[in-house]
């Protein structure tokens, strides 16, 4: 099993950047992907971005691509979102997720588990 802590939210006004962290333990880290995933008030869990085992690949929601950026370190054992251009709309709890498929490159809230507990995004416009 793998635990996940992710860190870094808070409050920034639109135009604005935050960098999130989400640091893992309990399994091996560079044998899985990851993904981040952000859920707003009132509406459902959405995928943000995703990255493989190894970082040479990554992969984004259309809504964020070109603004954010997924990247990891497995001698640290993290994986990091850089969020640029901040908009209200990204306004969020945003949660790191372990892939539970061996489907590639995984969107699907299903698809992933052993979830952190959040960490909140406020983008003031």
């Known amino acids: 099993q793998v635990q996940l802590v992710e860190s870094g939210g808070g409050l920034v006004q639109a135009g604005g950047s935050l960098r999130l962290s989400c640091a893992a333990s309990?399994?091996?880290?560079?044998?899985?992907?990851m993904g981040w995933f952000r859920q707003a008030p009132g509406k459902e869990r959405e995928f943000v971005a995703g990255?493989?085992?190894?970082?040479?690949?990554?992969y984004y929601a259309d809504s964020v691509a070109g603004r954010f950026t997924i990247s990891r370190d497995n001698a640290k054992n993290t994986v990091d979102l850089q969020m640029n251009s901040l908009k209200s709309e990204d306004t969020a709890v945003y949660y790191c997720?372990?892939?539970?498929?061996?489907?590639?490159?995984?969107?699907?809230?299903?698809?992933?588990?052993?979830w952190g507990q959040g960490t909140q995004v406020t983008v003031s416009s």
């Open positions: 997720a372990v892939p539970t498929t061996v489907r590639p490159m995984s969107r699907r809230v299903t698809d992933f588990g052993s």
């Open positions: 309990g399994r091996t880290f560079a044998s899985y992907g």
């Open positions: 990255i493989i085992w190894s970082g040479g690949r990554t």
